[in-house]
């Protein structure tokens, strides 16, 4: 059993509180770095072993990767590796090979990348097949009220598409604000978009070399105790 102290300070603290960096920002900058070709500089990376292992297998030159139980990895990997023409197998855990990923390979096959399904149909592992980039559509459709990774996944390779992306939503989106998020990030880089009703256009642009920092890495605490 651990024992802690507590004293009381008269007077106002004033201190800087490093925090780690958010592990859902973390995994779309590092996309958006390797889609640049490493130019862009990223700061306060998350610790956590997802953002690790992501960056472990972004830099494998390995045909087969394996993101262990790391879902966030599984789906912007597929996408990252359809949209730069890499030969891959990707698979993961037991438990991840039970996780659908289904509406992510539709999008995906809609817009003219070759994804297939190594064992079930609609959950990794999966085989990445390079296709010539004149294949490539520019649009596709997909629910809206599924996981924000799948539609993330789509936004984040969007600009390196050969004439864009208009993804079209068929149904509500329910996660706006995580794929506000995404939108957010690739504004940060250069990138535009602009919203339709039901869809969002990200044009062909090139990600510009610029810095990020991962959010949640200070926080500057005030705080007042009071002594009896």
């Not at 306060?44 to 087969?64: G, H, M, V, Y």
């Not at 809609?110 to 064992?119: K, P, S, V």
């Not at 050969?162 to 957010?184: A, C, I, Q």
Request: aromatic share 6%; charged share 20%.
């Amino acid at each position: 059993m651990s024992i802690v102290k507590i004293s009381h300070p008269n007077k106002k603290i004033h201190t800087r509180v490093s925090l780690p960096g958010s592990k859902s920002e973390s995994n779309r900058a590092l996309i958006l770095q390797a889609l640049a070709g490493k130019t862009l500089t990223i700061t306060n990376l998350s610790t956590a072993r997802d953002t690790q292992r992501l960056i472990e297998l972004l830099a494998s030159s390995e045909k087969e990767v394996d993101v262990l139980d790391a879902g966030t990895s599984m789906r912007f990997l597929t996408a990252y590796f359809a949209a730069t023409g890499q030969a891959r197998v990707i698979t993961g855990s037991e438990r991840m090979q039970e996780r659908p990923i289904g509406p992510l390979v539709n999008a995906l096959s809609e817009l003219g990348f070759d994804i297939r399904y190594l064992a079930k149909e609609g959950f990794p592992p999966l085989e990445i097949v390079p296709v010539k980039p004149e294949k490539i559509a520019d649009e596709a459709f997909i629910e809206g009220n599924i996981s924000s990774q799948f539609i993330t996944a789509l936004l984040l390779i969007a600009p390196s598409l050969p004439n864009g992306l208009k993804l079209n939503f068929t149904t509500e989106l329910v996660s706006k604000p995580y794929v506000e998020m995404t939108l957010s990030m690739l504004e940060h880089f250069g990138v535009r978009h602009q919203w339709g009703t039901n869809s969002v256009t990200v044009a062909n642009s090139p990600i510009q070399p610029m810095n990020y920092e991962v959010v949640g890495c200070f926080l500057l605490v005030q705080h007042r105790i009071f002594s009896r």
